[in-house]
């Protein structure tokens, strides 16, 4: 079977009858778009999920290290909003590097947004369930049993706002949205008050160099999500205007939450009770307000739910585009009478319980998925990486590649600096991971990755082989056959 060309100029634009396919259902307005953006960074369970991890790795140390991805992730926020401008797409990066640098790239890219994505579930999954139960039954031991019981809950309520179509996914999104800034603003507020009488010594001593480095890539698990506009653009009522607009907001909501959380929580509770802890927003909390868990449990609980089906919203937009493309098998494009891919997100959430179950019941490969599913601040940094790539080849040659393209180029002269400046510190930050993290995380660490890296080559091979069918979304306000 024969292939589209690897040839940057060939437009990749074709009508979507051309393959048969009914459409996303054009549904979001931009006041959709800002909460998902916002609420799918989950500031609230990301703190909780990764503060023991980073406290322990590098100590007050973790703030210039999230300092250190901050400033490029919100350059890649600009620079998706430019993407997102000439080229929206269900399919946002892995569809851009097919336009701009050629199908090859594109689709290593494809798995490493697969990777992305997917391991950012079952992290998610299973403290939701153990959010509960510490909320309903404290000091409750669960078993296995009842531990993937409460899981498998939360994943199949994640699948009912995703199965219902993006307006119903929009509106549980704000209700969610509006409890956690609600508790952010409150906590952060009675933080402050509570500084006199319960803060700590500040000691940064030496830079634990490593520790930092460990601590910037999995910064990247807390600084992401804000880009679900990009895959949502397909269902935006305004493809080329609104997409982007909500990623920067929720880039630099972001930055704003952990500004403002982190210092409160290291400054107002000791080192040795943050370090490693699966919840150290509780252990603040209860020097705060003790006795009441549930203040600080709800919020994080309903945060960890409304990342579980946004993280999958955005994994399922770019299966039905590859689908879509027949990159992947055109099954995943298939849309419900609710004009959402039901096959995508069907088999990514039926996926990530079969993983739950076998970290939960399978005792011998516990710490093996413990290990892969840390990797998803790994191949999150690697995609934000090849986007700012990406960027780069746009701003400086893409007159050329697209002629079809307009560009301005004194006007992104910035946006190009700031791509560069992303991809170096980006790139660097891959390459010293491989270095630093076999000791922070533990033997065997750099073997997964590197194998898990040369399985996109095999799948780069795998999809060269199937024949294409080059998609351009063809929105209401967007010429088809224009870019």
């Known amino acids: ?148 019981g409460v899981t498998l809950f939360w994943i199949g309520f994640a699948a009912v706002p995703l199965l219902l179509g993006g307006r119903p996914t929009a509106r549980i999104t704000q209700a969610f949205f509006v409890v956690e800034m609600a508790s952010l603003a409150g906590f952060g507020i009675f933080g402050a008050l509570s500084w006199h009488r319960l803060s700590v010594p500040i000691h940064f001593g030496a830079p634990p160099i490593g520790g930092i480095l460990i601590v910037a890539v999995v910064a990247a698990t807390i600084l992401d999500g804000w880009e679900i506009d990009s895959y949502a653009a397909e269902e935006s009522q305004r493809p080329r205007n609104d997409p982007g607009i909500g990623g920067i907001v929720g880039a630099f909501g972001a930055l704003i939450f952990y500004a403002v959380l982190y210092p409160l929580m290291l400054g107002e509770t000791p080192l040795r009770l943050l370090a490693n802890s699966t919840d150290p927003l509780a252990i603040w909390s209860h020097r705060l307000v003790p006795g009441a868990p549930w203040i600080m449990l709800i919020p994080i609980l309903l945060s960890t739910a409304g990342g579980l089906w946004l993280t999958s919203f955005i994994l399922t937009r770019a299966l039905y585009a590859m689908g879509r493309e027949r990159l992947i098998p055109s099954s995943f494009a298939k849309l419900n009478g609710h004009d959402v891919p039901h096959v995508a997100i069907g088999s990514v959430l039926g996926l990530a319980a079969v993983v739950v179950a076998l970290q939960l019941f399978v005792s011998s490969l516990s710490s093996f998925f413990t290990l892969v599913l840390s990797a998803a601040g790994f191949f999150l940094l690697a995609e934000f990486f090849l986007d700012s790539v990406t960027a780069v080849v746009f701003l400086t040659v893409g007159h050329k590649l697209l002629p079809d393209v307009r560009l301005q180029p004194h006007g992104h002269r910035l946006l190009l600096v700031g791509s560069l400046f992303s991809s170096v510190i980006m790139g660097a930050l891959l390459v010293l991971f491989f270095v630093y993290g076999p000791k922070a995380i533990g033997g065997g660490v750099d073997e997964t990755f590197a194998a898990l890296l040369g399985l996109g080559l095999a799948f780069v091979w795998w999809t060269k082989r199937r024949r294409l069918a080059p998609v351009a979304f063809a929105g209401n306000d967007i010429a088809v056959g224009k870019p």
Do not use: C, E, K
């Open 1 to 148: 079977m024969t292939d589209t060309p690897d040839v940057p100029r060939q437009p990749l634009v074709a009508p979507l009858g051309a393959v048969g396919q009914r459409r996303l259902a054009q549904s979001f307005r931009l006041w959709d778009l800002v909460p998902l953006s916002v609420s799918s960074v989950g500031p609230m369970f990301s703190v909780a999920a990764t503060g023991g991890v980073m406290a322990a790795q590098a100590g007050w140390w973790t703030l210039p290290a999230i300092a250190i991805l901050a400033v490029p992730f919100v350059i890649s926020s600009f620079v998706f909003r430019l993407l997102n401008r000439h080229f929206p797409h269900a399919g946002a990066s892995y569809h851009w590097s097919a336009r701009v640098i050629g199908r090859g790239v594109s689709r290593y890219q494809a798995w490493i947004l697969i990777l992305a994505y997917f391991f950012s579930i079952p992290p998610i999954a299973i403290p939701a369930g153990s959010y509960t139960l510490a909320l309903i039954a404290p000091g409750y031991q669960a078993p296995p049993v009842v531990q993937m």
